[in-house]
């Protein structure tokens, strides 16, 4: 079971909280389409979504973290608008019918327009068409607000891939997000808290779409993708399915959580692709993916020194259980795999070090890198595991 959070507004969360949908914009932009299409392909039936309502004026009180939500739907397209009371989230523009969202101008004053037609729109109604419908699991009237979530250590655990997120300013925000699920456990402890575990009556009314059309990811006819996120979201929909290679790097019955562009620095630091292995009711492993559309460079695997300690320490400090021992598995898909890039794995070694937590320390080992080539024909990908001794065919 995923959990995740979706960014609204004082305008646009009634509409998504009493209709049973969330709604995230559909960029005019081809590479930001499919990255969102990548952070949506995350979402399965079942899951569970919270809402985070971002400032528009309103005291802090009154802004943050609200839920909790299931997931109803797979995720689809559907250009109808969608109201509660006074709110409106459109589907389309008003003015020419276009399906992409308003882009805004940023100044003394923002504005909203078309990016079609380029008329005036209101900033108050936003264009989110890229829909999951929802229903209420446990409704709480008062949200967790920042200061709760983030600076109050009452409650155990951080939220780290919110928190990186918040620091590192605005723009970084998605319009929704995978989070860990221990960071799930902590929003429904604080959650609880706020409101006296105390549940709310909602007026729910779910609206039912005028067509539900699924978001395509168009693979092309190879050999290679287009753009980076195409390979992502292609994972992001079918890494749970045991697919041909890659299920046996992460099995199915291993699979706790996995997420895109999950960060693990205050500088805004991330990784492609992130899935965390559990036996025996524990976690013991992250496999960590690093996708290139062509060749994998010496960058990428000089990153794999830089972010293996991190994600181990924020794959295992806000566990409610001690690791004493765990592994980080780096994995590098791309088309080609050059010389260079080569002969850096070929010296790589396994590497072990320690994170010194005060209860029990935590020793890691980092795995040997395992390269992936893909290739795309006829609108299929195909994954191969790249044996070292036999590259001279890849170079």
Request: aromatic content about 10%.
């Amino acid at each position: 079971m995923g959990v995740h959070v979706f960014v609204v507004d004082k305008f646009s969360l009634p509409v998504h909280i009493h209709r049973g949908f969330c709604g995230v914009k559909n960029p005019h932009s081809e590479i930001a389409r499919l990255s969102l299409y990548a952070d949506l392909g995350n979402i399965r039936i079942g899951d569970i979504v919270f809402f985070y309502q971002r400032r528009i004026d309103e005291a802090r009180l009154e802004r943050g973290f609200r839920g909790v939500f299931r997931v109803v739907s797979e995720p689809f397209f559907d250009p109808s608008d969608v109201d509660y009371g006074e709110n409106v989230v459109r589907g389309k523009c008003p003015h020419c019918s276009n399906p992409y969202s308003e882009k805004i101008k940023r100044g003394n004053r923002e504005t909203a327009e078309c990016p079609k037609c380029r008329a005036k729109l209101e900033l108050s109604k936003h264009i989110l068409p890229n829909r999951v419908l929802i229903k209420p699991l446990e409704y709480y009237e008062k949200p967790v607000d920042d200061n709760t979530a983030y600076i109050n250590h009452t409650d155990p655990g951080v939220l780290w891939t919110m928190l990186f997120r918040k620091i590192y300013g605005r723009g970084r925000e998605r319009s929704v997000s995978p989070i860990l699920p221990e960071e799930c456990e902590k929003l429904l402890r604080l959650i609880r808290r706020v409101n006296n575990n105390k549940t709310a009556d909602l007026d729910f009314k779910p609206y039912t779409p005028s067509q539900m059309e699924p978001l395509r990811i168009d693979l092309g006819q190879g050999p290679r993708v287009s753009y980076e996120d195409v390979l992502i979201a292609w994972m992001t929909r079918n890494i749970d399915k045991n697919p041909p290679v890659l299920g046996d790097i992460v099995p199915r019955e291993e699979l706790e959580f996995f997420g895109n562009q999950v960060l693990y620095g205050i500088g805004g630091e991330k990784v492609d692709f992130l899935c965390l292995h559990k036996k025996n009711d524990k976690r013991y492993k992250a496999t960590v993916i690093e996708v290139k559309k062509d060749k994998v460079g010496r960058d990428a695997v000089e990153k794999i020194a830089d972010y293996s300690y991190w994600i181990a320490q924020l794959s295992t400090a806000n566990l409610p259980y001690p690791v004493e021992k765990f592994e980080v598995q780096p994995v590098l898909i791309g088309f080609e795999f050059p010389r260079k890039a080569v002969s850096a794995i070929e010296r790589m070694e396994e590497r072990k070090f320690e994170i010194p937590y005060a209860k029990a320390p935590c020793k890691v080992t980092v795995r040997k890198p395992i390269l992936v080539k893909y290739t795309v024909e006829r609108g299929l990908v195909k994954f191969d595991i790249v044996r070292l001794g036999s590259l001279l065919g890849y170079l």
